[in-house]
Nanobody, 124 residues
Framework: QVQLVESGGGLVQPGASLRLSCAAS????????MGWFRQAPGKEREFVAA????????DYADSVKGRFTISRDNAKNTLYLQMNSLKPEDTDVYYC?????????????????WGQGTQVTVSS
């Protein structure tokens, strides 16, 4: 089993930056690819970014490319999402996820473990 705890969300103005963190604990052999998703009330969970175990391969949703950066520190078992130039449409609950398999995955069902989410609100 893997437990994930997100932090770093909050209320910011448009154009501001936030850094989300996701602390992972549990069985290390179960932690491979990690990702960030976001979800608004009544909508499906949406892919934001993913990173493989070594950090050598990443990918992003088109809506966040050039503004968000995903990274991980395996020594600390922590995943990060640096979010710059935030827009009101980035307002959502952000979830951290872990897949046991290697590779880059874009669909929520491909991840086995999930955090509880952290709210990001971008508003003036």
């Amino acid at each position: 089993q893997v437990q994930l705890v997100e932090s770093g969300g909050g209320l910011v103005q448009p154009g501001a930056s936030l850094r989300l963190s996701c602390a992972a604990s549990g069985r290390p052999s179960s932690i491979n690819t990690m990702g960030w998703f976001r979800q608004a009330p009544g909508k499906e969970r949406e892919f934001v970014a993913a990173i493989n175990w070594s950090g050598s391969n990443t990918d992003y949703a088109d809506s966040v490319k050039g503004r968000f950066t995903i990274s991980r520190d395996n020594a600390k078992n922590t995943l990060y999402l640096q979010m710059n130039s935030l827009k009101p449409e980035d307002t959502d609950v952000y979830y951290c996820a872990v897949a046991r398999k290697g590779g880059i995955y874009y669909r929520a069902y491909e991840y086995e473990y999930w955090g509880q989410g952290t709210q990001v609100t971008v508003s003036s």
